[in-house]
């Protein structure tokens, strides 16, 4: 089984809708993370998480907001979507960083498509 | 975090040794330079990092020159599955955040 799972994996929706994306993972791990990829380009950060408490926007959270339901629960949902919201969405999840390895793990990717 | 570059593309031939360069002529001291690369949609997967000393692990090698400005990932024997966008990372591993910043990478393509 997937350590970080996405669901759905792929979704189409209207403008104007709202729209929940989840991210699960059996890891362990405290700090969670969403990410956008637009196509050709590398990934953009729009929320993070280290902890249940704690929730951080990155560089593009305007039009998203987030979740963290339980350590191993990180949602992303979108109140009124828009067609440049059109992307590959990714969620990650690491460890604590007491050592020093940065590592993060993926999840497979939502595609969404905003009409 | 600093900023680093990396050409857009290069080919690889099956078999050989693939050697994908980053400059990262700003990094700070105690930033380290991380690899990372992505399958054509599917989730980025972490390769290797590394602080000033050269590193090898199972996927591969991460060679950074003396003065820190500069790095070159190495695939020792390339196969077609290494055919990805790979990333050069550059970032403390300390600090409030760690999240990580991805930049346009280099597109690696391994040919039959």
């Known amino acids: 089984d997937a350590d970080v799972t996405q669901t759905p994996r792929n979704r189409i929706t209207k403008t104007g809708k709202r729209i929940m994306l989840e991210c699960s993972q059996t890891k362990g791990h405290d700090r969670m993370y969403w990410y956008r990829q637009d196509p050709g380009l590398g990934l953009q950060l729009i929320y993070y998480?280290?902890?249940?408490?704690?929730?951080n926007k990155g560089e593009i959270s305007d039009g998203y907001s987030v979740s963290r339901q339980a350590q191993a629960k990180f949602s992303l949902s979108l109140e009124s979507a828009i067609p440049n919201q059109t992307a590959l969405y990714f969620c990650?999840?690491?460890?604590?960083?007491?050592?020093?390895?940065?590592?993060?793990?993926f999840g497979p990717g939502t595609r969404l498509t905003v009409l | 975090d600093a900023k680093t570059t990396q050409p857009p593309s290069m080919d690889c031939a099956e078999g050989r040794a693939a050697n994908l360069p980053c400059n990262h002529s700003?990094?700070?001291?105690?930033?380290?330079v991380y690899w990372y690369r992505q399958i054509h949609s599917q989730g980025p997967q972490y390769i290797i990092h590394?602080?000033?000393n050269n590193e090898t692990n199972e996927m591969a090698s991460l060679i950074i020159t003396e003065d820190r400005k500069s790095s070159t990932l190495i695939l020792p024997h390339a196969t077609l599955r290494d055919t990805a966008v790979y990333y050069c990372?550059?970032?403390?591993?300390?600090?409030?955040?760690?999240?990580?910043?991805f930049g346009s990478g280099t597109q690696l393509t391994v040919l039959p």
């Open positions: 700003t990094i700070s001291g105690n930033e380290y």
């Open positions: 990650a999840t690491s460890g604590q960083t007491g050592g020093l390895n940065n590592e993060q793990f």
């Open positions: 998480s280290f902890d249940v408490k704690d929730i």
């Open positions: 590394g602080l000033k």
């Open positions: 990372i550059v970032r403390v591993a300390s600090g409030s955040a760690r999240q990580l910043t």
